[in-house]
């Protein structure tokens, strides 16, 4: 497939390996089975021409602390420190459309096979929301999870992070947050670079804006997130 084909091109975001973002990450032998993910009735099935990607990566101890209880089900591998510590995660890599109306929902999702998650589980720490993108996401892209998570992986591997805990020291803005992503990646400007916070202006996710090919291109303005003068404070890695 032609998507596939452009995931190797897309790969000049690093000269070199990208740091790991998983400090520690222990797979279990078993892994429990996510339960099929059923579109809500009011997210639509939409089939529009794929124009574009994004690639969402979430820091994973802003997720860890808005969570009600670390020790649940869905958060458990990531948020309870029995399986390892986490820095940026992928949340998910999105086609996208010229509209805000995204493809989603495209094909009737099966169960992700159990090799296909313990894979991916160190990327993305939880077999639910693995099942939900491949559900909600996947499924425009590939009729193979396999496929999917293989290119996403590919992707996320090539992003080279900045230092967190310097940023968590210096960041002010939104625009700080963008250039110091622009500035570690070969060929990502700012205006590559969507950047969100929760409602209390924490970060929580980071996303590159990428084109039909997959390489970096400037974020849509329904893409981008907050705006370059917004306020953002970073929380640090636990212990950090």
């Not at 996403?152 to 960041?171: C, G, H, N, Q, S």
């Not at 924490?202 to 974020?219: D, T, W, Y």
Request: glycine content about 6%; overall charge positive.
């Amino acid at each position: 497939m032609r998507w596939r084909s452009a995931v190797a091109a897309a790969l000049v975001l690093a000269p070199a390996a990208a740091q790991a973002q998983s400090l520690a990450c222990t797979i279990p032998d078993r892994i429990a089975i996510p339960r099929l993910e059923q579109r809500p009735r009011d997210e639509p099935v939409r089939t529009p021409a794929i124009t574009g990607y994004k690639l969402s990566m979430s820091w994973s101890p802003q997720h860890c602390a808005r969570v009600r209880n670390p020790r649940d089900a869905r958060d458990r591998f990531q948020c309870s420190g029995e399986n390892g510590r986490f820095g940026w995660v992928l949340h998910g890599l999105w086609p996208e459309a010229d509209t805000p109306g995204y493809p989603q929902w495209c094909r009737p999702a099966k169960i992700v096979p159990q090799p296909v998650l313990k894979k991916h589980l160190c990327m993305t720490p939880s077999a639910q929301l693995l099942q939900h993108e491949w559900a909600k996401h996947g499924t425009c892209m590939s009729p193979h999870p396999a496929a999917y998570f293989q290119a996403a992986a590919m992707l996320f591997r090539a992003v080279r992070f900045p230092d967190m805990e310097a940023l968590a020291a210096d960041a002010r803005t939104a625009r700080d947050v963008r250039r110091a992503f622009a500035a570690r990646n070969r060929g990502v400007t700012e205006s590559m670079v969507a950047v969100t916070a929760d409602r209390d202006g924490s970060l929580s996710e980071v996303s590159l804006c990428l084109g039909p090919r997959m390489r970096p291109q400037a974020c849509k303005p329904f893409q981008k997130g907050l705006a370059d003068r917004k306020a953002v404070r970073i929380r640090r890695m636990p212990g950090g």
